[in-house]
């Protein structure tokens, strides 16, 4: 008997012993507070009128937000607790904290222009909060069936990225205009519709099949604080992230694009 209650007990130490232990359980959640905070921060420093520094901290965000997840798969500390903390900070640091600073930066400008232009621009930034939870909600309901490969719409921080990479390059611009102020507004309802849409973007997840954390991220998050310390002074740190981002979400549109003219030769090539 004694030996039967040893063989039984001796399977639940083992499994006990591999569980990674509650510090381990914290790394992940705490790599989320810090998409968290840089969605906080991005709010208080377009409140303050510092642009750049708001833009800043929306990419920071995108930083943590693309290392908790990994860091749980690499040290099996997933849980459904992580999952939801995870989305509700993404969409305060990748939906409502892009959406006031597009409003921070622009309300003030356009209004001069009369009412129309006002309600245009409060519109055009709860247009983008709205999208990018709806965004998050058909992402957490469908995870269980979709093609890891791909993501249907554009993600919510490549779509925040777009939004604080242009708010960022304009705001260092001294020249004010309607065209100007309305395209701003427009990349966010733009922004918006693309996460919404059912245009196919590639995921990346293929490339971290072992779960480790990929080497670039041994060189972005250097990058990524570097520019944070000398945003003020990189002139040219804008562009080069609009340019990153704004490519990758006319990626969606234009590779559905290219599949449509791609079939349509097929057919008439094949009667």
């Not at 790599?31 to 520094?53: H, P």
């Not at 290392?67 to 607790?81: I, K, M």
């Not at 590779?255 to 791609?262: G, H, Q």
Request: glycine share 8%.
């Amino acid at each position: 008997m004694n030996a039967e209650r040893e063989s039984e007990t001796l399977p639940q130490a083992a499994d006990e012993s591999a569980r990674p232990g509650r510090g381990v359980y914290w790394l992940p959640n705490l790599l989320t507070t810090g998409t968290l905070f840089g969605g906080f921060y991005a709010i208080v420093a377009a409140i303050d009128g510092n642009f750049s520094r708001a833009g800043t901290a929306v990419f920071i965000a995108m930083v943590f937000d693309g290392l908790d997840g990994r860091v749980a798969r690499w040290t099996n500390t997933q849980s459904e607790f992580g999952k939801e903390y995870d989305s509700l900070c993404d969409m305060v640091a990748f939906g409502v904290a892009p959406a006031i600073v597009v409003y921070q930066w622009g309300i003030e400008r356009i209004a001069d222009y009369g009412q129309f232009w006002t309600r245009f621009g409060w519109l055009a930034a709860f247009f983008y909060a709205v999208t990018a939870g709806l965004r998050l909600a058909r992402f957490n309901s469908r995870a269980a069936v979709a093609d890891k490969r791909y993501f249907e719409g554009l993600p919510s921080p490549s779509a925040a990225g777009t939004v604080a990479g242009f708010i960022w390059l304009v705001s260092e611009i001294e020249f004010d205009s309607l065209a100007r102020l309305v395209l701003a507004f427009m990349v966010s309802i733009i922004a918006g519709a693309l996460m919404v849409s059912k245009f196919s973007y590639w995921s990346g997840k293929e490339l971290n099949l072992r779960g480790r954390i990929p080497w670039i991220y041994a060189l972005v998050i250097p990058l990524i604080y570097v520019l944070a310390s000398l945003a003020p002074q990189l002139s040219l740190a804008p562009q080069l992230l609009l340019l990153i981002f704004g490519t990758y979400a006319l990626s969606g549109p234009l590779l559905w694009i290219v599949r449509k003219l791609v079939k349509k030769k097929r057919v008439t090539d094949h009667p």
